[in-house]
């Protein structure tokens, strides 16, 4: 009778830990996928942001002329040389959220595969680069970052996968946090260059011609005009409350090497991340 209770506790316990193994495996290929995704949706608000630095420059530049009715050539590369300085900053921090993309790329084969000896080349490589490219943004943009907290790695976490994370946890968080910090900075940019945007386009697209003497050419197209100026700000708002869902996935990654979060989850956190990739899809 013991023999076989014995027996049964020791087949209980195998399929346990097979089991456990499985959906750890499952986690962590579900944890690479959200961080592909995540990088997906920081490189379109990075795309959004500088479009919308450009066309802020762009309705500031139109005021002066049309206020003064004259813009010196030097007016207007005193203005291009800001937008281009702040699109030297996001480039840089697109380049680093491709490397951040390809490290979680490998990373899911890492979670996916029995034999990932090219993987792990590949990731060290990778990992490099965006340590340099990290150190290249807290340079441009004296972005501080604290001494990251030592992560006990999830005890479920095996094989390559587990020695990769062991060794680069703290790193990728550290990358993470540059990468928060910078959204941070430039959801706050967003949101003053729209109000400056709207206050000009305003002026310009819906003010001026109804105070003109002569009639409005489109009176259809003068009111959809002002709908969108009028509407614009709750749309950006509506981005920067959503960008704080990228802003979280530092929190989601540290809480998964911990062994902290589910399946669930980072699925729930997949379609947040979708939710904001449609939002962007509808700001011109």
Request: with cysteine; net charge neutral; charged share 25%.
């Amino acid at each position: 009778m013991m023999k076989k209770f014995h027996k049964t506790v020791v087949i209980f316990a195998t399929v346990a830990a097979l089991t456990s193994g499985c959906n750890s495996r499952e986690r962590y290929k579900q944890l690479a996928e959200v961080g592909n995704k995540y990088s997906q949706a920081v490189d379109q608000l990075l795309i959004t942001a500088g479009n919308i630095k450009i066309d802020k420059t762009s309705e500031e530049i139109l005021d002066k002329k049309r206020r003064y009715n004259s813009v010196s050539s030097t007016d207007y590369y005193e203005k291009s040389k800001l937008d281009n300085e702040r699109l030297h900053i996001i480039n840089e921090l697109r380049n680093h959220n491709q490397l951040l993309e390809a490290y979680f790329s490998k990373l899911q084969e890492l979670a996916s595969s029995d034999a990932p000896n090219e993987a792990k080349t590949a990731i060290a490589g990778i990992a490099d680069n965006l340590n340099n490219s990290g150190a290249s943004l807290q340079r441009i943009q004296s972005v501080i970052v604290s001494p990251i907290a030592i992560i006990v790695l999830d005890s479920q976490i095996h094989g390559a996968l587990k020695e990769e994370l062991k060794q680069r946890k703290e790193a990728i968080i550290k990358q993470l946090t540059i990468q928060e910090k910078l959204l941070q900075f430039l959801s706050e940019d967003i949101q003053e260059d729209v109000n400056r945007i709207q206050e000009l386009q305003e002026q310009r697209l819906v003010i001026q011609p109804l105070t003109q003497l002569q009639p409005i050419a489109d009176e259809e197209q003068w009111i959809a005009e002002r709908s969108n100026i009028l509407t614009m700000n709750i749309k950006i708002e509506g981005l920067v409350r959503a960008s704080n869902t990228l802003k979280e996935f530092k929190q989601t990654f540290q809480d998964s090497l911990e062994g902290k979060t589910s399946v669930t989850h980072l699925n729930s956190v997949l379609k947040d991340i979708d939710s904001f990739l449609m939002l962007v899809a509808t700001i011109k």
